[in-house]
């Protein structure tokens, strides 16, 4: 779950909890209920796939990214051990050569790490907005006040928890779930 999602979520909860208790509405016959978004989302068919996705993405990268610093670090070996025989200038340029590139490998990995995240949200967002859909529909059918992100809770008893119902409903179709997250693009 993004920062963005979470910081909003713990401060709709917030509220949430606040209004309720504030306007005297927990009374005996309000019902509450709580959810894990982010364990609902991640345990859908199309979060797997999702995860699955990003898994594939992410180890292409990580073994490139291996493989530079693979890389850099031999031509430090290298460096080092010519350190005392090479002149000075020829070493100083080495050492320039070698930084410029590792700054590079960290620009590399600082891209890859942003691309990862926009794929991140570009698979999941679909998804969470059809768990929340969901969480609409189950906390009106059941007559549920109130529903929580599990997240911002310190306990819940599980006979509240909404989030396996959740997740059984997005898999069976009550999410929409006929269009799944775009494969990605090579």
Known sequence: M???RL???????AIALTLFLVTG???AETKVGVIDVQRAVASTEDG????ATLKK???????????????????????????????KAQLQTRID??????????????EYNKELEKKQKELTDPVFEKILQIVKRIATSENID?????ATVAYVRTDLDLTDKAIQ????????AATAPAAPKK
């Open 97 to 110: 050569d070698w930084q410029k590139q590792m700054m590079d490998l960290q620009a590399v990995f600082l």
């Open 48 to 51: 797997l796939r999702a995860q």
């Open 57 to 87: 993405l992410f180890d292409s990268r990580q073994q490139e990214l291996n493989k530079k610093q693979t890389d850099l670090q031999r031509q430090r070996e290298d460096i080092d051990k010519q350190a005392k025989v090479l002149p």
């Open 169 to 176: 409903m997005y898999n069976s179709g009550g999410g929409g």
């Open 146 to 150: 109130v529903v929580l992100d599990k």
């Open 25 to 27: 509405i927990a009374s």
């Open 7 to 13: 910081v909003t979520a713990i401060v709709s909860s």
């Open 2 to 4: 993004s920062r963005h």
